[in-house]
């Protein structure tokens, strides 16, 4: 029987990545705030792949997006950041991360967590910055760090389901997430060098262990944060401060 996998954030990037390589054995659906992108990479992918809309910053949004639909995987890559120094950071701002990258992963293994079928699997997009910090970029880094410990209590609540929750923690990876930071002079470069494996990473990099992940090769497997950045957690993050001042000049 074919598996149903959900794909949130599936209009771009390392999730469009995901719902690409999932639909080789899985319906796929493609969900995205951006409802119009959604589409057309279902459609790309042809039928039975559906899209659907959903804002993980509003739970009637992503019980919606579960309320007829029973699962076998979800994949959440709902995220982005923003760059500003704490002392600098409007609490809103601040919120607004967290709220997507924190709360609305929350959101979705709430509603997943109701509607998966028993033997399941959930995966969430973490980051390097779940365990490594950057400078201005401390909503990012603590809203990773707290989804990574969210995905160990997820673990524990449903695994009397045999529902599976893991998480992957990519490094960097040139996506529409990432090109601002890969317009700052030095930054890409600087990653690089504290990068055991001498390279960025690529959104295929990403789906082939998210599908690995969501598989039953990996039955056994839950709880788990699978840093997966080429070697970069073992070294230092880049300080991207330093290179946008260099490029700006200091904001006071």
Not at 44 to 58: N, R
Not at 135 to 159: D, F, N
Not at 221 to 247: C, S
Request: proline fraction near 5%.
């Amino acid at each position: 029987m074919t598996r149903h996998a959900i794909v949130i954030g599936a209009a771009s990037g390392i999730g469009w990545a995901i719902a690409a390589t999932l639909a080789a054995d899985s319906t796929v659906t493609l969900a995205d705030r951006n409802a119009d992108g959604a589409r057309d990479r279902a459609a790309e992918l042809g039928a039975p792949h559906t899209s659907a809309f959903v804002d993980v910053t509003d739970e009637t949004s992503v019980q919606a997006l579960f309320a007829d639909a029973t699962p076998d995987v979800v994949v959440n890559c709902a995220g982005f950041s923003g760059f500003s120094p704490i002392v600098d950071l409007p609490v809103e701002q601040f919120r607004e991360v967290i709220d997507v990258c924190l709360t609305g992963a929350f959101l979705v293994i709430k509603h997943a967590g109701r509607r998966l079928g028993d033997g399941g699997a959930i995966v969430s997009l973490a980051s390097l910055n779940a365990r490594q910090p950057g400078v201005g970029m401390s909503a990012y880094c603590s809203a990773k760090a707290g989804l990574a410990m969210l995905t160990e209590v997820a673990a524990l609540e449903l695994g009397p389901r045999g529902i599976r929750v893991n998480a992957v923690s990519p490094g960097f990876v040139p996506t529409p997430l990432t090109e601002g930071a890969a317009l700052i002079p030095g930054v890409v470069e600087e990653y690089v060098e504290n990068t055991v494996l001498g390279r960025t990473g690529t959104p295929q990099d990403i789906a082939d262990a998210v599908a690995f992940l969501c598989s039953d090769k990996a039955s056994w497997l839950t709880g788990e944060v699978l840093d997966l950045n080429g070697g970069a957690h073992l070294k230092r993050y880049p300080d991207i401060h330093h290179h946008l001042m260099k490029l700006t000049g200091p904001s006071r």
